[in-house]
């Protein structure tokens, strides 16, 4: 009893210890897979001794709403961002929560990839395509594929309420000519389920609950070279592309590791952490990491980020509707 | 001083009626002590989550040898009981006007006052306020803010708005579907081994009972995520076996009825044990006799056992239908991949995805929870008001079915069930913690640990998550003693209605759904806090209030059974020598109850330590807790890791209960829901 009792004490006093010592960190909110962000926090702690990073992983959309929370509790808990779509980012320097940085690596990106003021940056480039399980009786080749008989009651997708992918996934192809809600619309009569986030899809394709589903590339991609009997295809028609932008808030308590986590994430050798993990580079000059067709050869759909900021909200509604309300 | 012997012998008198003067063995009293007063506590051995710690109003006095009318309380959740209480330990003598020590049962109402002196047991006025007041703030507090968000709702419309909803129609019907058929697979499962247990002569009856409270310990995604392991194309248990369903075949958990199957399976506990506890009330020489009479043992089960357990198997049916509308892990994890939203999904997912401008919106759809859960546990009052339980002889009818040559049969299919239910997805759990990619077919070849590596060596979250989890859970368990001691002293010795209100209020936060709480917690903190001018939401803090409100009940229920064991001889003997009350607090009542204090830590450490329901609205950077990290790992299509933490956490649980079922001879007889 009474060693239970000191036990009991004793991991009481550690908590309180380790809660106190929690504080002065860098805080991160991503949404990266968790190897993903432990690996890219890992590396900048190596590269800057003496900066402790505490990170929370959600899906873009949940972040966000977290963000918010705390925003008005009056509490924003998080010093930088590194989120799945510049739209988001966008909307947040509109309504003043970001700290303009001007980052020496910005001269090794195209003018595209980052936001005049220095609000936000660009750090690899991730497109939406086609997983399908290697056992898949039809190979699809473009997303109009996916609407096919063959693939009734099959096919499976991320919901653009969790992650930020899926929504300019949807809003890409929503104004592309001739796919549109209209496809969505054809998607779900064909019995396509969207539901939680792209790590869904590819557990329930690999696995071959569904066999065909809509995916970032770097997961399908880096899944096969594990060994997974899974199949990604960039599709003719193009696929949509998000390109996962740092930031760093106004409010935030640690400004200087901050900044140094948004070059490191910028600098020749962030990059070619993300190319480790399997992502495309933003960064010019950096190869494309293996498994990937050239650079070049990828078409990626434009997408008005203004409009798409603007009806986020509204394409949101639109997307449930035609999907039920998860 | 009254004899002690005529006390001991009172204490005893329910199980030998009536009564007859002094033992004839010359027991003393003192030597009483050590014998665990089985009457009391198997009048008391109810539903051990969901008691409600209100004891029977003071209008039934019983003297020696007469059942007393085991009136069924306001207590929504009280199984069968046919007890005496036992009566006044002294006479009432006027030598001693400021006593007025009553046991629970005990003849006439004294209400509450809170003038201060030497009242009752002689405890300090401060002890009673401060019970009040930590009460008032863990209980009422949240409820009333809640209420009143709720009620702004209404005022602005935005209720009505919110309630119309096609989306919180549909999260309405799934949730009473699932809530309904999980009830009835948990009625099914549990009433089947708690019949099993308290009538038959099968072997091994701790380990199965043991084995089969386990489903209740492990935290529901869990056992979400290992049953979906375990079927589906691409188990890696049934790959190996070969029995894994082709390409494409829809995963069957993710359905009304997968997830009314795992809400069974975890809440059959809960009905197990309140079987099991009414079945303890059943009269032996009442099965006995119509055994000799010559009836059959089916027709003694069909008439005497059946009719008899009837309040156990509401009071159970009641408690798995309200678990079943609270839970979030199971339809997390089944019911988001099949669009099927059930209201705690409904409410996660507006507060996840819409932001914060939606705070009355949530109010009002956990007040919807509440009001659910509150129509359940009146259908059980309705259902069970009206009927007479009162029983006198013995009790507990053990053993009363030989089981003969059966009875191999019905060992071998009770370990079959314990396979199916508990083993296979536990051992799912681990395969698919040790396959190096989704979808690959795990043998001894391809077999890696590098899930384990990943969350054991890099993963800081499950490090985080651990410390926080530990943390939580010590300073929530240990914490509550603080309040629950003191709670338990004054309920046991004191009675009227001031003690019924604190009992009930006591009991409400936890009958409620976690999400309702973590939604009150979310409404009272997100404002920056007078005074301090600090917000707590977003703290480890907010997450630990909204723990001590919902296990204050889990905490003070081994606290009051050693009470309600504790003869009050002793501290009156002290107090007579002249000890203070913090004196006699320090050398009589603590040693006493220090086992079972211990039994309260370890219990709620236990459910804190895996809790997802709470702390998946409240957690922040850096202060996730285990259930969050797990189910954030499977969200992120990590659920290699994912499972991997979940073994870990399994295997916590065991040692956990092991360490419980270590101290047991130490306990009062009905702490440890898996002993009898």
């Not at chain 1, 001794?49 to 998080?78: Q, S």
């Amino acid at each position: 009893m009474k060693t239970l009792l000191s036990a009991v004490a004793a991991a009481l006093v550690a908590g309180l210890m380790s809660t106190a010592a929690f504080a002065g960190n860098l805080i991160l909110y991503t949404s990266q897979p968790n190897e993903d962000a432990q690996a890219t926090v890992d590396a900048f702690m190596a590269a800057n001794p003496g900066v402790e990073v505490e990170w929370v992983r959600e899906g873009t959309t949940k972040i966000m709403a977290k963000l918010m929370a705390e925003i008005e509790a009056g509490n924003p808990v998080a010093d930088v961002l590194l989120i799945a779509d510049t739209v988001t980012m966008q909307r947040l320097k509109e309504a003043g929560h970001l700290m303009p940085y001007k980052s020496a690596e910005a001269a090794a990106y195209d003018a595209s990839l980052y936001d005049a003021d220095g609000a936000y940056y660009s750090t690899k480039m991730i497109t939406t395509g086609i997983i399908y399980n290697s056992s898949a009786p039809m190979k699809p080749a473009g997303w109009q594929d996916l609407a096919k008989p063959e693939a009734k009651g099959l096919v499976t997708m991320p919901s653009p309420l969790t992650s930020g992918a899926a929504l300019i996934h949807a809003q890409t192809l929503a104004g592309v000519d001739g796919l549109g809600w209209d496809y969505y619309k054809a998607l779900a009569e064909n019995g396509a389920t969207a539901a939680g986030g792209n790590g869904g899809v590819l557990k329930a394709v690999a696995t071959g609950e569904k066999v065909y589903g809509m995916v970032v590339d770097f997961m399908a991609i880096r899944e096969k070279a594990k060994g997974a009997p899974v199949e990604f295809v960039f599709p003719a028609e193009g696929v949509s592309a998000v390109t996962e932008p740092v930031g760093i808030l106004k409010t935030a308590k640690n400004p200087e590791p901050a900044k140094k986590f948004v070059d490191f994430l910028l600098s020749e050798e962030g990059q070619k952490v993300a190319v480790k993990m399997g992502y495309i580079p933003a960064r010019n000059g950096v190869a494309l990491p293996e498994g990937f067709p050239a650079r070049e050869t990828i078409k990626v759909l434009p997408v008005d980020a203004a409009a798409a900021a603007k009806n986020a909200e509204a394409d949101l509604k639109t997307f449930s509707g035609i999907f039920g309300t998860n | 001083m009254p004899n002690t012997d005529e006390i001991a012998c009172s204490r005893r008198g329910a199980s030998r009626a009536p009564a007859e003067g002094p033992d004839a063995e010359g027991r003393s009293g003192f030597k009483m002590l050590e014998r665990p007063l089985r009457v009391l506590s198997k009048a008391r051995r109810f539903q051990w989550l969901r008691l409600l710690l209100g004891g029977e109003t003071a209008d039934g006095a019983g003297r020696d040898g007469e059942a007393v009318p085991a009136k069924l309380p306001k207590a929504l959740t009280r199984t069968l009981r046919g007890f005496e209480p036992p009566p006044m330990p002294y006479a009432a003598a006027d030598d001693l006007p400021e006593r007025k020590t009553r046991r629970r049962g005990a003849g006439r109402r004294f209400p509450f006052s809170l003038r201060g002196g030497q009242r009752g047991g002689g405890e300090p006025a401060w002890l009673m306020l401060f019970v009040f007041c930590a009460v008032f703030l863990l209980s009422a507090l949240p409820l009333i803010r809640l209420g009143w968000a709720g009620f702004g709702g209404l005022v602005e419309g935005e209720a009505a708005r919110v309630l119309f909803e096609p989306a919180t129609f549909a999260a309405l019907r799934n949730t009473l579907i699932t809530a309904t058929g999980g009830m009835l697979i948990s009625l099914m499962l549990g009433a089947f081994f708690a019949f099993a247990m308290a009538l038959t002569d099968i072997r091994g009856k701790l380990a199965l009972s043991f084995a089969f409270m386990l489903p209740m310990m492990i935290p529901p995604q869990v056992t979400a995520l290992a049953w979906v392991e375990m079927s589906g194309p691409s188990s890696p248990l049934l790959k190996a076996l070969g029995l894994a369903p082709p390409l494409g075949s829809p995963q069957p958990l993710y359905s009304f009825s997968g997830i009314a199957l795992l809400l069974g399976v975890q809440h059959a506990p809960l009905v197990f044990l309140a079987v099991k506890a009414g079945l303890a009330g059943a009269p032996r020489d009442g099965v006995e006799a119509a055994r000799l009479a010559g009836a059959s043992p089916w027709r003694v089960f069909r008439d005497i056992v059946l009719p008899l357990s009837f309040p156990g198997l509401i009071a159970g049916a009641a408690i798995a239908f309200v678990s079943g509308i609270g839970n979030f892990g199971i339809p997390a994890i089944l019911g988001i991949p099949a669009s099927i939203e059930t209201l705690p999904t409904l409410i996660f997912s507006r507060l996840a995805s819409f932001g914060t401008a939606t705070f009355g919106e949530i109010a009002v759809l956990s007040s919807l929870i509440a009001v659910v859960s509150a129509a359940g546990l009146l259908l059980q009052q309705r259902a069970l008001s009206g009927r007479d339980y009162r029983l006198i002889g013995l009790f507990g009818a053990n053993a009363a079915f030989a089981l003969g040559r059966l009875r191999l049969a019905a060992e071998a299919l009770l370990w079959a069930l314990l396979a199916v239910v508990l083993v296979a997805p536990l051992l799912a759990l681990v395969a698919s913690s040790l396959v190096p990619a989704y979808g690959v077919p795990l043998n001894f070849q391809t077999m890696s640990l590098h899930a384990y590596g990943e969350i054991l060596f890099r993963q800081s979250v499950t490090l985080t998550a651990l410390r926080n989890s530990l943390f939580l859970a010590s300073a929530a368990a240990v914490g509550l003693l603080v309040v629950t001691v003191p709670t338990g002293y004054l309920l046991v010795r004191r009675r009227g209605a001031l003690a019924n209100l604190l009992a009930i209020l006591i009991e409400v936060p936890y009958a409620l759904p976690g999400i309702v709480l973590a939604v009150a917690f979310i409404l009272i903190f997100a404002a920056p806090l007078p005074v301090i001018g600090l917000s707590l939401y977003g703290t480890i803090w907010i997450i630990l209030a909204a723990y001590f409100s919902s296990f204050l009940a889990v905490s003070l229920k081994p606290v009051m059974s050693a009470f309600l064991q504790m003869d009050p001889a002793l501290e009156e003997a002290a107090r007579l020598a002249g000890a203070g009350f913090l004196r006699r607090t320090r050398d009589v009542l603590l040693p006493l109850i220090a086992p079972a204090a211990g039994a309260s830590v370890i219990l709620v450490f236990l459910i804190a330590a895996n809790e997802l329901t709470v702390s998946a609205l409240l957690w922040s950077a850096g202060t996730q807790t285990l259930g969050v990290a797990i189910f954030n790992l499977d969200d992120s299509g990590s659920s290699d890791l994912a499972s991997a933490l979940s073994v870990l956490v399994v295997l916590m649980v065991i040692a956990l209960m092991a360490a419980l079922e270590f101290i047991a001879k130490y306990l009062p007889e009905d702490v440890l829901p898996w002993r009898n």
